[in-house]
């Protein structure tokens, strides 16, 4: 069905926040749905992501044949935010962003939290309620959520896990009341439900959110009203306006110093693949950037710098361990004085074995005088500063697995990190020659990645 409310108006986009009363209210499957049912519509969607997450964006662009951008005003400058998404958006006709747990949850009170985003880049909110154990009493919460905020407009509410067509109505009835526009709702369907985000995005893995995205895009066909939430959606703000055709950082290459870098590789595959967006960016401006495969390539492509980041090794430990000639390749770049960073994955990938779940003990390439396990698994998360001598660079920790020394070898940390709140934390930046390594998912959209390797 073409989607005739967009062709209306040729000059404003349709542009909005999917946020959530609640954490695990849907925000997610609901994304997945709506840039998969717009896509169809032909529609040429650009999707965000707010926050460091690096899961969400990669379903995204699996559901929108977009790559996602990551939207972060803890990790970047908010004109830097505001920047990436006109550039982003500015090629697209309809631009959605997921937020990230509560609508209003920031890393201090409602700072950097969607409601926050949403204000800064003059898009309305489409909230997301679960209404599992509910009915007419979401009245009080969509009204609060309305008048909360007056500069956070909210467009319209999708509820999900609603049971049938009378608790749909009771909900709609408080949307009426409420006086926020009721846009439909998601049924309970064990056939829509998001698969474990822990699973590592194997080609099997794809292939089932594939279909995941369409049976989402089907209910949402039937039960909400997608013209109505465009109509509402069609936006003309000063934002999208703008004169300015790039922001301080678009394109621009960053200052290698005495470092001659001249090409740079990015590993890429099932095990590798939490990167920023723009991070990539970053780095193609200031070298051509070739990617290669931990898993299956046999040697390092030709570079002056390599970049491991995160991802699922875990998930892939026989067949990296398998790969001696990949883990000779990278071994002797280092050896040889070779520039690389590598964040979290990429950093268990350096140490000289991973401990798997199953308890097995696997060879990597042994760069790094640690071992990483699985075992004892505990999360690690929160937001990270890097002070590295002068140079100070913020990130993102999450992971469950942990790091030991090795008896009778020493490597210590080479910066100080600290949380959100100021706090040291016992995350650790390792370097040994030009190989920088730690866990934290660092971003340089406005910084100089290279400052890391300067003495």
Known sequence: MENSIYHHSNH???????????SNSGKTTLTIGLLRALKRRGLQVQPFKCGPDYIDPQYHSMASGNTSVNLDTWMASRNHVKELFRYYSKEAEVSVVEGVMGLFDGFHKSEGSSADIAR?????????????????????????????DPSVRIGGVIFNQVGSENHARFLEEACQDAGVTYLGYLPRMKEIELPSRHLGLTLDALDNLNGFADRIADALEEYVNLDLLMEECNTDNDLQNSEK???DYIGIPMDTGNIQVRKIAVAHDEAFNFAYRYNLERLAATAPVSYFSPMKDGE?????????????????????????????SIRAYVEKGGYLLAECGGMMYLCRQITGMDGTAYPMTDVLPLKATMKNMKLHLGYRTLECREHVFKGHEFHYSSTEHIEGEVLKST?????????????ELYRYKNAIAGYTHLYWG??????????
Do not use: C, W
């Open 12 to 22: 404003n986009k349709i542009q909005f926040l999917i946020g959530a009363a609640t």
């Open 120 to 148: 800064l880049l003059q898009i309305p909110v489409i909230l997301v309620v679960n209404a599992r154990s509910t009915a007419y009493s979401v009245a009080p919460v969509i009204y609060g959520f309305k008048h909360f």
């Open 245 to 247: 055709e790039n922001s």
């Open 300 to 328: 390092l492509p030709e570079a002056d710098f390599v970049y491991l980041p995160g991802g699922y090794p875990e998930f892939f430990l026989q067949e990296l361990s398998q790969n001696r000639k990949m883990m000779e």
């Open 415 to 427: 910066g100080m990190q600290t949380d959100a709140r100021g706090n040291v934390v016992s995350t």
């Open 446 to 455: 406005e910084h100089n990645i290279f400052n890391l390797f300067k003495e």
